[in-house]
């Protein structure tokens, strides 16, 4: 079936290999995931000098630490001497360099190669040429990203601007002082399916009504099947009787000064691309980062932010997490039983969209873009 033979209440979706084909997992890798800005930590999970974590960002490792200076820096997790991974652990922490494990290289938190096994009777050999290799780092609303790229694409355009393009202002998300916020609770998902068939789930919610119970009750305009991020600037109202964005509709946490009258009991989602989607309600923050691990497999890793004063003070969060616990759960459980679908024949041409879904079909373009792929007419 070809688009031009659909009804016009439906357009194409992408084919089922592109969901299931490892080589197109590889270009999306190299013209996606490792050319584009990347969500890699939340910058409180690196509190002091040599604190530490390595993370994938498509077929790369990386080193990702704080300096002597409190810098933020970022490097391939990779020795210079001979190709050995640097550092193994996903998290840790250095008093003041890491140490190669096989032959013993040292580099101190700014990169620099200041030891090695005889290195003072290899004088020729230069402290910073033979370092580790940097990529560009930038901080904003409190996490780190990352651009493998040697000339990256604008971040203000690029992920700055697609909060822009959704809520119509980047002010609107300023309110919620994200950067400040304290990590409440965290929890990471193992999905065995494609990242695209998340971002996919994630952009409509034409199926909210089927498999979202909770949400629908806080959330009723979702029933309708129209997601928040449909329209530009659009938060979806709580329900007359729901008084919090929780499991139960009850009493959420202190609200963040910063939201506005317009914001207050309104729900707002945002989708960045690649591999992020931030959730605004008044009290906390829901962040999620995606880490394709391969073509059939994405680890998801979600933070629940409050008020440091909400966490610090030990209240009782579980209401308001269980609630997208819940959500993430359902969605997961939704892709998990697609994802064998899209290897079967009757999918090899894709399937379709209705209209309060058609907006994916711009996701597909942009997919299509990015690999420098024709989109079937």
């Known amino acids: 079936m070809t688009s031009t033979s659909l009804p016009d209440s439906l357009i194409a979706t992408l084919p089922g290999s592109s969901y299931t084909d490892p080589d197109l997992f590889a270009q999306e ?38 300096a002597r200076d409190h810098s933020i820096r970022a490097y391939f997790n990779v020795c210079r001497h001979r190709g050995a991974k640097l550092c193994t652990e996903e998290t840790g922490e250095v008093k003041r360099a890491f140490q190669c494990p096989y032959h013993a290289w040292t580099y101190d938190l700014n990169g620099k190669l200041v030891a090695a096994p005889n290195l003072t009777k290899m004088p020729d050999v230069g402290r910073t040429e033979y370092g580790l290799v940097g990529v560009h780092v930038r901080e904003w609303l409190g996490y780190v990203w990352v651009c493998l790229a040697e000339n990256p694409p604008s971040f203000e355009e690029d992920v700055i601007g697609a909060v822009v393009e959704r809520l119509g202002d980047v002010r609107a998300i300023e309110a919620y002082g994200i950067d400040n916020l304290a990590v409440g609770k965290r929890i990471v998902y193992d999905v065995q399916a494609n990242w695209k068939l998340i971002i996919e789930n994630f952009m409509e919610c034409y199926h909210c009504a089927t498999i979202h119970p909770e949400l629908t009750e806080v959330l009723p305009e979702f029933a309708d099947g129209y997601a928040a991020q449909y329209y530009v600037g659009h938060g979806a109202e709580f329900g007359e009787e729901v008084k919090g964005f929780t499991v139960d509709g009850s009493e959420g946490l202190d609200r963040i000064p910063g939201v506005s009258e317009e914001q207050d009991r309104r729900y707002y989602a945002i989708t960045v691309k690649p591999q992020v989607f931030i959730n605004l309600v008044p009290d906390h923050v829901i962040f999620h980062r995606m880490y394709p691990v391969a073509v059939d ?22 209401r308001s997490v269980e609630l997208f616990h819940r959500v993430n759960q359902q969605d997961f459980d939704a892709c998990e039983r697609t994802q064998p679908g899209m290897s079967s024949r009757l999918y090899a041409k894709g399937g379709v969209l209705v209209p309060s879904e058609h907006h994916i079909g711009a996701f597909h373009a942009w997919v299509h873009e990015r690999l420098g792929t024709r989109q079937p007419e």
């Open 29 to 66: 890798q190299e013209r996606i995931f490792e050319a584009m800005w990347f969500c890699v930590a939340r910058a409180s999970d690196l509190p002091r000098p040599g604190a530490f974590r390595t993370v994938d960002v498509g077929r790369e490792s990386l080193l990702v630490t704080r």
């Open 297 to 318: 497999r994405t680890v998801v890793e979600c933070d629940w932010l409050y008020l440091p004063g909400v966490v610090e003070s030990g209240k009782d969060v579980e």
